[in-house]
C-alpha cells in the first residue's frame, strides 16, 4: 500500500510537469492592465492583486494595436495556476475593438462568485485576452492574493499532498530500517525519490497558503501575427 502511495506522488509530479502552459499571441500587440487601480503586470508577492470573494473588481486594460488590422476583442479571462493545475478560472465576455494602428482602453466588472470554495492564498495568475474565435491574443502575468477558505479545493489538495507525503515518507524509512528495499536500482530509487518530490510540493502548497511568496507566470509569445491572420481571410 505504500509502495503504491510513493509512485501515486512521483506520477502526480510528473504529470504536473507534463501539463502544457503555452498560448498563441499576437505579434505586435501590447497590453497594459490595472485591477482596482492598480498595475497588474506589477504585481508580486509583496504587491499582489486582492480577490476577494464575492467582491468584484474593476478591471481595466488598455491594447495597442501597431498593425494594419482591427484587433476584436471578445473574451478576458483570469486563470490562477499552481505547479500546472488551474484553481480558478473566470471568463468575462467583452465586444471590444481595437482599430488599426491605434490604441483604446476598455473597462469591466469582474464577478468572484464562488472563489472562496476554490483558492486560498498567494497564486500565480494571468489576464487572457482572447478574439472571436478563442484565440489568445496578448498575455499578462500576475500575482494574485486569494483570500478564500483554507477548506476550499486548493487547500485540501494541499492536504492531501501532505498525507501522502507523510506516509511515503514512513514507507522509505520503514524500507532503510528493515532492510527491505527493492535490489532493482530503479525500483529503491522510485521509492526514496517519492518523499523528496513530495517535500517539494508540499512546501510550494504551504508557503503559497501562508502567502510567503507566489510563483509569477512569465508572459508568452508566438509567431503569428495579426497581420498575417487578416491577409489570410481577406
Known amino acids: 500500500m505504500l509502495k503504491t502511495i510513493g509512485t501515486v506522488v512521483v506520477l502526480l509530479f510528473c504529470a504536473l510537469c507534463g501539463i502544457p502552459t503555452a498560448a498563441a499571441t499576437y505579434d505586435g500587440i501590447t497590453v497594459s492592465a490595472t485591477a482596482d487601480g492598480r498595475s497588474v503586470s506589477a504585481s508580486t ?12 473588481v474593476d478591471v481595466a486594460i488598455e491594447l495597442t494595436n501597431p498593425t494594419s488590422a482591427p484587433v476584436e476583442v471578445r473574451q478576458v479571462e483570469l486563470v490562477g495556476r499552481v505547479v500546472g493545475l488551474n484553481f480558478f478560472t473566470y471568463a468575462t465576455s467583452v465586444d471590444f ?28 495568475g494571468k489576464l487572457i485576452i482572447r478574439d472571436a474565435a478563442g484565440d489568445s491574443i496578448a498575455t499578462v502575468p500576475m500575482v494574485t492574493d486569494v483570500r478564500g477558505s483554507v477548506l476550499s479545493v486548493y487547500g485540501l489538495f494541499g492536504i492531501a499532498l501532505l498525507v501522502l507525503t507523510v506516509l511515503a515518507l514512513i514507507d522509505a524509512a520503514f524500507g532503510i530500517a528493515t532492510h527491505r528495499l527493492s535490489a532493482n536500482r530503479w525500483q529503491r530509487g522510485l521509492r526514496l525519490l517519492a518523499p523528496g518530490i513530495g517535500d517539494g510540493l508540499v512546501l510550494t502548497f504551504s508557503a503559497s497558503v501562508a502567502r510567503l511568496w507566489g510563483l509569477r507566470m512569465t508572459k508568452t ?9 487578416s491577409s489570410t481571410s481577406s
Not at 482599430?99 to 500565480?124: C, E, K, M, V, W
Open 221 to 229: 509569445t508566438s509567431a503569428r501575427s495579426i497581420s498575417s491572420s
Open 97 to 124: 475593438t481595437v482599430p488599426a494602428a491605434s490604441s483604446n482602453t476598455f473597462h469591466y466588472r469582474l464577478d468572484l462568485t464562488g472563489l472562496r470554495g476554490q483558492a486560498t492564498g498567494l497564486i500565480g
Open 45 to 56: 508577492s509583496n504587491e499582489p492583486i486582492f480577490l476577494r470573494p464575492g467582491e468584484p
